[in-house]
T-cell receptor
């Protein structure tokens, strides 16, 4: 059984289009994340939701909008796609974060490879 | 100084070799430390958490030195299947902390 799943696995689209990536986890976790891994393989946090509330929002263009309809789902919508958005986007989940406490191990989805032409 | 720094590699070793990876982190308030493994074109997967006392899981041993802000991973008796990129991961240490990933060290184990 897949713990963290993402759809689609591959996404090829043209500049200027709007696209969405969906993520679902069946681990019962309260916290979910979106990461971007660029061509240099550097994995960087974009957003984090804790119990459906946005708690981490790194410096990401506001063309990127996450939405968490419930604790098990975190979707990512991207408007006006640009060439620089081409990357692999990973969703992840973990046990709930508490301010000032450490972090729990995160479980990653298989990734969505986005190519903008 | 980068938040999490690792040897870039690649490390090319024969099967059966022992290999060690090093990692340094900049935030002295960090509390959580992990090693993740990422195979080519796959998602990162947790290899092991790293505890202050050091910990071992089969052929893998992780060490943490808080005073030096240094983490290590030792792999003994390397297998072909160990070929992957190893990511050093540290939490940010403030507020709702999350994980900061190093760029990874690639390991290639050859027959």
């Amino acid at each position: 059984d897949t713990a963290v799943s993402q759809t689609p696995k591959y996404l090829v689209t043209q500049m200027g289009n709007d696209k969405s990536i969906k993520c679902e986890q069946n681990l019962g976790h309260d916290t979910m994340y979106w990461y971007k891994q660029d061509s240099k393989k550097f994995l960087k946090i974009m957003f984090s939701y804790n119990n459906k509330e946005l708690i981490i929002n790194e410096t990401v263009p506001n063309r990127f909008s996450p939405k968490s309809p419930d604790k098990a789902h975190l979707n990512l919508h991207i408007n006006s796609l640009e060439l620089g958005d081409s990357a692999v986007y990973f969703c992840a989940s973990s046990r709930a974060l508490t301010p000032g406490q450490g972090s729990y191990e995160q479980y990653f989805g298989p990734g969505t490879r986005l190519t903008v032409t | 100084r980068k938040e999490v720094e690792q040897d870039p590699g690649p490390f090319n070793v024969p099967e059966g070799a022992t290999v060690a990876f090093n990692c340094t982190y900049s935030n002295s308030a960090s509390q959580s430390f992990f090693w993740y493994r990422q195979d080519c074109r796959k998602e990162p997967k947790l290899l092991m958490s790293v505890y202050s006392s050091g910990n071992e899981d089969g052929r893998f041993t992780a060490q943490l030195n808080r005073a030096s802000q240094y983490i290590s991973l030792l792999i003994r008796d390397s297998k072909l299947s160990d070929s992957a990129t190893y990511l050093c991961v540290v939490n940010t240490g403030s507020g709702y902390s999350t994980l900061t990933f190093g760029k990874g060290t690639m390991l290639l184990v050859s027959p």
